[in-house]
């Protein structure tokens, strides 16, 4: 069965403080890779997909990169508005292509 | 272009009662897939429709249903509502589903209140 596992859980920053967050995923064959950013009380946001290793996308100070376990999802120099939960989702090479979801890494920008 | 759309937008049963929630996909899309959505389990896949067909099922018990009509848009039922039912309801559409790496996009969401 599908995995995705989101780390950290939760991640304080001060505004201009860059990081990253993790997804790790296990899938018997990737079709593709989503990171989606929610906000409380609304429907997650497409942000990015990523199709095989190596590769990366960027988006003002969002960048995600992709390898064959794993991918980040690099924040630089946050700002306050960056505050949300990102949601990492794997689509799978089955029948059907079933998508799973991690759990999500809370994100707080302190000004 | 519009969104995905999803009515009503905030919803309050009791246990006992059904519910019914509408999604309007993106024009043109027409894989439609329910989730649901708790602060303890994250997003859970219900269900997929392509086509007037269930395509892909989640494990939700029987008292959850959907279906697809032929112009794409989809509703999911809830029967005989549980406590925990109480959640947020997202939907979210694609092209087909089952292209390479096919992004699907959200609605806003049906929260559902079961008291």
């Known amino acids: 069965e599908d995995q995705v596992t989101q780390s950290p859980e939760a991640l304080r920053l001060q505004e201009g403080e860059s990081s990253s967050l993790n997804c790790s995923y296990t899938?018997?064959?990737?079709?593709?890779l989503f990171w989606y950013r929610q906000d409380p009380g609304k429907g997650p946001e497409f942000l990015f997909t990523?199709?095989?290793a190596g590769e990366e996308k960027e988006k003002e100070r969002l960048k995600a990169t992709l390898t064959k376990k794993e991918s980040f999802l690099h924040i630089t120099a946050p700002k306050p508005e960056d505050s949300a939960t990102y949601l990492c989702?794997?689509?799978?090479?089955?029948?059907?292509?079933?998508?799973?979801f991690g759990t999500g890494t809370k994100l707080q920008v302190i000004p | 272009k519009a969104g995905v759309t999803q009515t009503p937008r905030y919803l309050i049963k009791t246990r006992g009662q059904q519910v019914t929630l509408s999604c309007s996909p993106i024009?043109?899309?027409?894989?439609v897939s329910w989730y649901q959505q708790t602060p303890g389990q994250g997003l859970q896949f219900l269900f997929e429709?392509?086509?007037?067909?269930?395509?892909n099922k989640g494990n939700f018990p029987g008292r959850f249903s959907g279906r697809q009509f032929s112009n794409s848009r989809s509703e999911m039922n809830v029967s005989t509502l549980e406590l925990g039912d109480s959640a947020l309801y997202l939907c979210?559409?694609?092209?087909?589903?089952?292209?390479?790496?096919?992004?699907?996009?959200f609605g806003p969401g049906t929260r559902l209140l079961v008291l």
């Open positions: 899938v018997s064959g990737l079709r593709g």
């Open positions: 979210a559409s694609s092209r087909s589903g089952t292209g390479a790496g096919e992004t699907q996009y």
């Open positions: 429709y392509f086509s007037e067909t269930q395509r």
């Open positions: 024009s043109g899309h027409r894989s």
């Open positions: 989702a794997v689509r799978d090479s089955g029948g059907y292509q079933k998508v799973t």
């Open positions: 990523l199709y095989s």
